[in-house]
């Protein structure tokens, strides 16, 4: 089963309006880190944003904000007044802490969306 | 700030030869990682390293080998390359704590032929 799920390979939005893109993830654990990351077409992976699972307040940066839904396993971006810089590649990615062994630091990436702004 | 710096940036291989990609960061980061990016598969970990001396497989690790002998290096060496290697490499580095996110060099294009 997949840990991160990214339903909607494609998104197409109009320039100054929000788009939210999903992510759904899958673990037992208690404490868990989720990241958005963008990747235009340059190529580099950028740091977007981050939420811990015992955050009790959605992330905010500027532009970008996470709607973490716990219960539902579920971390949407959401991306207000869209710009044509926005048009990229964007990925969830989660941080496990266990406990019972192994790494605490791997990063499982979904597939990804592409998000076009149009004009 | 140098962050993390990958060599080479593109790479062509004939099947069969081997290859080092090379991974250096200076941000004293105790973790390290190499991913591959193909198209639709998103980022696929291949070997991670949680200090010096520490290296351990992800979820690709067949034809790759790591080493991490210093805290700075994290080279990625292709034993006997084939075509289905072909991809974008992408080395990362992160500290130990939780929220920190991961820094990632600006990737590798390899071609086997």
């Known amino acids: 089963a997949q840990k991160i799920t990214q339903t909607q390979p494609g998104m197409f939005v109009q320039e100054k309006e929000a788009v939210t893109l999903d992510c759904t993830y899958d673990t037992s654990d208690q404490s868990y880190g989720l990241f958005w990351y963008k990747q235009p077409s340059s190529g580099e992976m950028i740091f977007l944003i981050y939420?811990?699972?015992?955050?009790?307040q959605n992330a905010t940066e500027g532009r970008y904000s996470l709607n973490f839904q716990k219960a539902r396993k579920s971390a949407n971006l959401v991306i207000s007044a869209s710009q044509l810089g926005d048009s990229a590649m964007y990925f969830c990615a989660m941080r496990e802490v266990s406990y019972s062994g192994g790494s605490n630091y791997k990063l499982t990436f979904g597939k990804g969306t592409l998000l076009t702004v149009n004009p | 700030n140098a962050g993390v710096t990958q060599t080479p940036k593109f790479q062509v291989l004939k099947t069969g030869q081997s290859m080092t990609l090379q991974c250096a960061q200076d941000m004293n980061h105790e973790y390290m990682s190499w991913y591959r990016q193909d198209p639709g598969m998103g980022l696929r970990l291949i070997h991670y390293?949680?200090?010096?001396?520490?290296?351990d497989q992800g979820e690709v690790p067949n034809g790759y080998n790591v080493s991490r002998s210093t805290t700075e290096d994290f080279p990625l060496r292709l034993l006997s390359a084939a075509p289905s290697q072909t991809s974008v490499y992408f080395c990362a580095s992160s500290n130990g704590f939780l929220g920190q996110p991961q820094h990632f060099g600006d990737g590798t294009r390899l071609s086997i032929l």
């Open positions: 390293s949680v200090g010096a001396g520490i290296t």
């Open positions: 939420q811990g699972s015992y955050d009790e």
